[in-house]
């Protein structure tokens, strides 16, 4: 009966313990599962802002570049459109002087050509006056009319052949005169064309030039960009594993006050401190070896594996926070529990 009693009640005060410690594991759980909680949404709410704060500056960016391209373009407009139109106005002034000039020298053609005519009907009234005067002169011997006659016909003949060949060479001069003018026209126009196919080359050329510079613009800002963004994650993974290791090292204190606090022998609690400090040299040197990873590794060449890495180191040591816990609790628990009571 007494025994029944003994082991009643042993049983009841094993199962108070083991209800206490279970709601110390079970409240060192959930702090943990908050911390990470928290961890998480600070790195998730992080990430969103440098999105926005990024998009933000590449539309900055972007409206300044099509400013830019907008005003050279119409500068370009511009300075073409008065070029042609200063040619245009030389083409007008040119074509205006030739068509006075052409009208100067049809009129001079026809003032010539009516002198001509004016010439030549006075030719016809000294023949017929000579002819007349022939006609009074039949009294007179045959021999001198005939001589008389002969004389003024070849008169006339030879000024009328001079005045002639002076009318040819005078319209051959016109001729001449207005095929140079259509010649030089022909060369204007055609000097004309040379030119504009030459500004549109330089233009496109130009065009192109400017596509090549902002294409190496924005390659080397996106470089930046990104080194900038893989400077900014290394920083950020950094500080969460330190926190993350931090929040570690004092979960293991508060598991350490935990059990003190749940009466367990002093040698358990020499052993848990003692596995806590040679837990924290590790720590130690692990963060050591990653801050000087992290100032002799190279921004353009080793991103993606030290941000890799980083993230594999962090995922570990946030895993193996819960799991040292409850690996130390239930050690404490079969290391308190095994010397006093039977299983």
């Keep these: 009966?007494?025994?029944?009693?003994?082991?009643?009640?042993?049983?009841?005060?094993?199962?108070?313990?083991?209800?206490?410690?279970?709601?110390?594991?079970?409240?060192?759980?959930?702090?943990?599962?908050?911390?990470?909680?928290?961890?998480?949404?600070?790195?998730?709410?992080?990430?969103n802002s440098a999105v926005l704060i990024q998009s933000a500056y590449r539309k900055h960016l972007a409206e300044q570049k099509y400013t830019k391209l907008r005003n050279a373009t119409i500068k370009i407009q511009c300075m073409l459109k008065t070029r042609k139109q200063t040619e245009v106005d030389l083409l007008k002034h040119r074509l205006e002087?030739?068509?006075?000039?052409?009208?100067?020298?049809e009129a001079e053609n026809s003032s010539l050509q009516q002198e001509l005519k004016e010439v030549r009907g006075s030719s016809v009234l000294t023949a017929n006056s000579s002819i007349c005067e022939g006609e009074a002169l039949h009294t007179l011997p045959s021999s001198s009319w005939s001589k008389g006659f002969t004389k003024g016909r070849e008169h006339g003949r030879r000024d009328l052949s001079q005045e002639n060949e002076n009318l040819k060479t005078e319209n051959k001069k016109i001729k001449?005169?207005?095929?140079?003018?259509?010649?030089?026209?022909?060369?204007?126009?055609?000097?004309?064309?040379?030119?504009?196919?030459?500004?549109?080359?330089?233009?496109?050329?130009?065009?192109?030039?400017?596509?090549?510079?902002?294409?190496?613009?924005?390659?080397?800002?996106?470089?930046?960009?990104?080194?900038?963004e893989d400077l900014l994650m290394q920083r950020s993974v950094y500080s969460a594993e330190l926190k993350a290791r931090v929040q570690q090292q004092d979960v293991i204190t508060e598991v350490i006050k935990l059990a003190k606090s749940g009466g367990l022998s002093e040698e358990l609690l020499e052993h848990m401190r003692a596995m806590a400090v040679d837990f924290r040299p590790s720590i130690d040197n692990g963060q050591a070896s990653n801050t000087s990873e992290y100032r002799l590794s190279s921004v353009a060449s080793n991103v993606a594996k030290v941000s890799e890495n980083r993230e594999n180191r962090s995922e570990t040591t946030t895993a193996i926070g819960p799991c040292l816990c409850r690996l130390l609790i239930a050690r404490t628990c079969l290391l308190h529990g095994a010397p006093r009571y039977p299983r």
């Design 1 to 47: 009966m007494i025994t029944k009693l003994q082991a009643r009640y042993r049983c009841q005060v094993q199962r108070r313990a083991f209800i206490e410690k279970r709601k110390k594991c079970v409240i060192v759980q959930s702090v943990w599962r908050g911390v990470r909680s928290r961890q998480r949404m600070y790195l998730l709410m992080k990430g």
């Design 97 to 105: 002087d030739e068509k006075r000039a052409r009208l100067e020298i």
């Design 176 to 228: 001449d005169a207005y095929t140079a003018a259509g010649a030089s026209f022909a060369a204007l126009n055609q000097h004309n064309k040379r030119q504009s196919k030459a500004n549109l080359r330089l233009m496109s050329t130009h065009a192109a030039l400017i596509k090549s510079q902002e294409e190496k613009m924005k390659r080397y800002k996106k470089q930046v960009a990104e080194l900038k």
